[in-house]
Structures are given as C-alpha cells and as structure tokens.
C-alpha cells in the first residue's frame, strides 16, 4: 500500500499567497517529515514532527499532524519564487528506521 | 563538514553492463540509506545499511542489485547486467545514530542505453 501520498499533485500560486500541502499515510509512525526537492537536486529537510506533537513551526513553515486521521499538513507562508520546488511528505516507523515517501507535490510560485 | 557526497552524478551505461554508485555519508554519520526515483515520482526505499552490516533490504530487488558499506570507504550500491528499467536518479542519504531526519546526497542520474 502507498504509504505518504499527497494532495495535491501540483499547485500553483502568485508569489506573496500562502501554500497548502496534504499528506496522508496508512501505517503508524513515529515521525513524519517533509522535504524538498529542487528540479534535478537531492532532497532537503525541511521539518519533523513526532507523533506526540500536533503542530510545529519552522519559519515561514507551519505543519500539522493528526495522528488520529493519519494526515498532515504544510503551510508555507507568504510564498517566494525561490519556493518553487517539489515537496514530499516521508514516514517513519520508529526512530532512525527507513523513511517512505509519497509522490510529491510539485509547487509552481509565480513571480 | 561536506554533505552527503555522491559520484558520479551522472552515468551512462550500455545494456549488461555492470553500475557502480558511490556514496559518501557525511562525518559523524554511520546510517546510510539508498533511495531510487523515477522521473515525476517520489524516492522508494531500496536499502538500509551501517558499518558492515545490511540492516533493511527490503526494497532491494533480488537480482543484479547489491550494496554494501565496508568499514572504511564509501557505500556502494551495484547494478550488475544493467537494463533500460534500471534508468533512474539514485539518491543516498546518510544519519548520525542519535538523529532521524536524512540528509540527502545530489544523487546519480543513471542511464542505461
């Protein structure tokens, strides 16, 4: 089963408005971290967020989880050219283990 | 201290030919992990490894494929008789023991021709 899909697959947004991302899983977890990738890059880390926690902040970076719907959310606040990228929501079951990573939300902002 | 470093970044390969990546954790960092990524797809795990050991290679397909991070010396994930379904970006990434989050290589595009 495919484990961190997210919502949606492309989004795109005028520079200045806020950004929305879903993700959802199906197993349990321990963490939930969300990356980005720049066009023909490695992936970077942006924000982890353990199951106990229900929100945290990183910036202009906002995410959520609700363990109980086994989703989560990132909001990237007043958004930038430079936030152009793909974002991926990735799962893991216990600390240190391999992460699972959805498909990608791929987010265009517009100058 | 140099991030994840992997090489080369870019390898052509004729069909059954053999492939061999590099990866580099970064200092400090004994988890390396390997990754595989389709074009306008997400990374799917292949292989999870530390010092001399293979501790999760569930996603590693059961033929051809075979990694290994030696005591010293980079991680190695080969290709052997390589295919034109084995064309894709393979990422490393690399953690100390005590941190979760993954710190990620450029990656290898392969190319098999």
């Not at chain 1, 609700?66 to 929501?89: E, G, M, P, V």
């Amino acid at each position: 089963s495919q484990q961190g899909e997210e919502d949606p697959q492309a989004l795109s947004i005028q520079e200045g408005e806020n950004a929305t991302m879903n993700c959802s899983y199906k197993t349990s977890i321990n963490n939930l971290q969300w990356y980005r990738q720049n066009s023909g890059r490695g992936l970077v880390h942006l924000i982890l967020i353990r199951s106990n926690e229900r929100e945290k902040h990183s910036g202009r970076l906002r995410v959520t989880l609700d363990t109980s719907k086994k989703s989560s959310s990132l909001l990237i606040t007043a958004s930038r050219a430079a936030d152009t990228a793909s974002y991926f929501c990735a799962t893991a079951k216990t600390s240190g283990s391999r992460l699972t990573f959805g498909e990608g939300t791929q987010l265009t902002v517009n100058p | 201290n140099a991030g994840v470093m992997q090489n080369p970044r870019h390898l052509v390969r004729r069909r059954g030919q053999e492939a061999r990546l590099r990866c580099s954790p970064m200092k400090g960092h004994s988890h390396v992990y390997w990754y595989r990524q389709l074009p306008e797809e997400g990374l799917k795990f292949m292989v999870y490894l530390q010092k001399e050991n293979i501790i999760d290679e569930s996603g590693m397909p059961k033929e051809r494929f075979s990694a290994e991070f030696p005591k010293e010396g980079p991680s190695i994930l080969r290709i052997q008789q390589v295919v034109r379904g084995d064309s894709a970006a393979y990422f490393c990434a690399s953690s100390p023991p005590w941190r979760t989050e993954a710190f990620f290589g450029q990656g290898t595009r392969l190319t098999v021709v």
